[in-house]
């Protein structure tokens, strides 16, 4: 969906749904998943796919557990090296 | 256990948000003595219009973003980044930093949270690769990334032309561009075109912004109505009517956008009062020249109290810091008037030109002319057809809607859909609609109970509140 424009930055690992991600160490969590294609972020109640939408924090579409917190905003985290990500999918 | 809250040192004044009202009344209080933290929830200073103006740039800033930037840096404000605000508990504001409960107290507090965009209802609005117009520019200014593969721009605003162009010159240009305004608006707005002198510099950038657009080339559809986003799983394409034709182009990424609206939420939720302004369809907060709220010790400046654009946002800002050193006294009245009557005189005279802005770019994509199946509240999944039900069954406000129905109950706290709702009373109820705004209460951000049972406790700083 989204490709990078600084293909020279630094390369981190961070961990999806259990599978290690290449990550660019100056993107958010929300910008690295939707460059991977990795949507939805989450389903709804009523089973929909939701994916980030506003990406400036006003939406909580893109709300993930993140190294354990559960309701993490994507779109307002920066990547770390290490990090552990779990989408809010269904088993 | 939870850990207790981590206990900040206290502050002269907190400023929360740091897009470009924010910053420059941190600028302003810090050149008076006070002791500034600025809170902000992004990763890093600069807000939407200047995000990631410290990293590599891939868009031009406006030409007084630097220099801000600059200043607010070397200013000796306290930034704390990732600082999620959610309460004021008397003279002491909560937040949250990566789970972490944190207090600080204010003498002073400035909510500067700017502006949202407007919320789009359209059939497929939540496709995943639905995306607003700003998300693209997110991308584009905080992470360097760009459409990859055929995309389409939607709506109607300066924002959508100018991302627009950003993305072309970064080398993504849109598929096309779906334009929304109706025909006959240049000429409806003509009646506040005087207005425009007041503001010479923002007519010549719009007008530079429209010729840019048409010698990038892309192709728009103007005057297009009846937008619907293509996809079962994912957004494939866009369909919508334009030249007496329905039309259909295929995009894997849709981005929607229909103007700005104040980002007032966490004002509200804090207690100042706001009021409803027809000929905007959004509310406004109530303050006063200089930015001081309905509330003592809370000032409110830039788009978060009433959309004026990013650079009139730094004269509020810091005419709200100004105001803040003389109740603190750190000026007297003369050295105040000697600082604020320029600024506020500028200020006064930019804002001639919104009357001309506003009603050229008057909402083209609300709930009100959306079909029933769109959905209007996103957390809550309630369709158009669901709220115009429980309008028919005798809800005529919004707070009747919100207890028939459960919109605005979810996470974004009504982010999202409290202005749809009130369009749609307004249009089916017209002066019998009830356009009171529905009460949002603290916390003004989804917490953990683990969050909230560490607020009242801390062991940090100073080791104490007081």
Redesign the interface.
């Known amino acids: 969906?989204?490709?990078?424009?600084?293909p020279d930055?630094p390369v981190v690992t961070i961990t999806v749904d259990g599978a290690p991600v290449g990550a660019?160490a100056?993107?958010?969590v929300a910008?690295?998943l939707?460059?991977h294609g990795l949507?939805?972020?989450r389903v709804?109640?009523?089973g929909?796919?939701?994916?980030?939408?506003?990406?400036?924090?006003?939406?909580?579409?893109c709300?993930v557990e993140l190294d354990g917190?559960?309701?993490v905003q994507a779109?307002?985290?920066?990547v770390r090296d290490g990090m552990v990500i779990c989408r809010n999918l269904p088993e | 256990m939870p850990q207790p809250a981590r206990i900040e040192p206290a502050a002269d004044l907190v400023v929360i948000g740091a897009g470009p009202a924010g910053m420059a009344a941190a600028v302003e209080a810090r050149r008076h003595g006070l002791a500034v933290t600025v809170l902000d929830?992004?990763?890093a200073a600069g807000g939407?219009i200047l995000r990631g103006i410290a990293?590599?740039h891939?868009i031009r800033y406006e030409p007084w973003g630097q220099p801000l930037a600059d200043a607010f840096a070397t200013s000796g404000a306290r930034h704390v980044a990732?600082a999620?605000v959610w309460a004021r508990d008397g003279d002491a504001i909560l937040f949250g930093q990566?789970?972490r409960t944190c207090r600080i107290r204010a003498r002073a507090t400035l909510v500067a949270t700017g502006s949202?965009?407007r919320p789009v209802v359209v059939p497929g609005n939540?496709?995943?690769?639905?995306?607003?117009v700003?998300?693209l520019q997110?991308?584009?200014k905080?992470?360097?990334?760009?459409?990859?593969?055929p995309f389409v721009l939607a709506g109607c605003g300066p924002l959508l032309l100018l991302t627009a162009l950003q993305l072309a010159t970064?080398?993504a240009p849109p598929t096309a561009i779906v334009d929304t305004m109706p025909r006959g608006r240049w000429r409806a707005a003509m009646a506040g075109a005087a207005g425009l002198l007041g503001d010479m510099p923002l007519a010549l950038k719009g007008i530079s912004l429209i010729a840019r657009v048409r010698l990038a080339g892309i192709p728009v559809h103007r005057h297009a109505t009846e937008l619907r986003v293509l996809g079962t799983?994912?957004a494939e394409g866009l369909a919508f009517r334009a030249d007496g034709e329905n039309r259909t182009i295929a995009a894997?990424?849709v981005a929607l956008h229909d103007g700005v609206v104040p980002?007032d939420q966490l004002a509200v939720s804090l207690g100042c009062e706001s009021r409803f302004d027809p000929a905007l369809g959004s509310y406004r907060m109530v303050t006063d020249a200089d930015g001081r709220s309905s509330l003592p010790d809370v000032w409110i400046a830039g788009d978060g109290a009433a959309i004026a654009g990013g650079y009139l946002a730094t004269l509020s800002g810091s005419l709200a810091a100004l105001d803040v050193a003389r109740s603190a006294g750190r000026i007297d009245a003369a050295e105040h008037a000697r600082l604020a009557t320029p600024l506020a005189a500028e200020r006064r005279r930019r804002l001639r030109a919104r009357a001309f802005v506003d009603a050229l770019y008057a909402p083209t994509l609300s709930a009100a002319a959306a079909p029933d199946a769109a959905l209007l509240c996103?957390?809550e999944?309630v369709t158009v057809g669901q709220a115009r039900a429980a309008i028919a069954a005798g809800a005529r406000g919004t707070r009747q809607l919100k207890a028939a129905t459960r919109c605005g109950m979810?996470?974004?706290q009504g982010?999202?859909c409290t202005l749809s709702v009130v369009n749609l009373l307004a249009r089916e109820l017209g002066d019998g609609a009830d356009l009171v705004r529905p009460s949002l209460r603290t916390p003004g951000r989804?917490v953990?109970v683990a969050e909230l049972a560490a607020s009242h406790e801390g062991h940090g700083h100073t080791g104490s509140d007081a």
């Not at chain 1, 779109?75 to 920066?78: E, G, K, V």
């Not at chain 2, 905080?142 to 593969?149: E, H, I, L, T, Y």
């Open positions: 969906m989204l490709r990078t424009l600084d930055q660019f100056g993107e958010t910008a690295c939707m460059r949507v939805p972020t709804t109640p009523s929909r796919p939701r994916a980030p939408y506003c990406l400036m924090g006003a939406c909580f579409e709300t917190r559960t309701h779109c307002l985290t920066p | 929830d992004q990763p939407q990293r590599r891939h990732g999620a990566e789970g949202m965009e939540t496709l995943p690769g639905v995306v607003t700003g998300a997110s991308f584009l905080g992470s360097g990334a760009v459409p990859d593969g970064a080398g799983d994912r894997g990424l980002h996103r957390c999944e979810g996470p974004c982010r999202q989804p953990t």
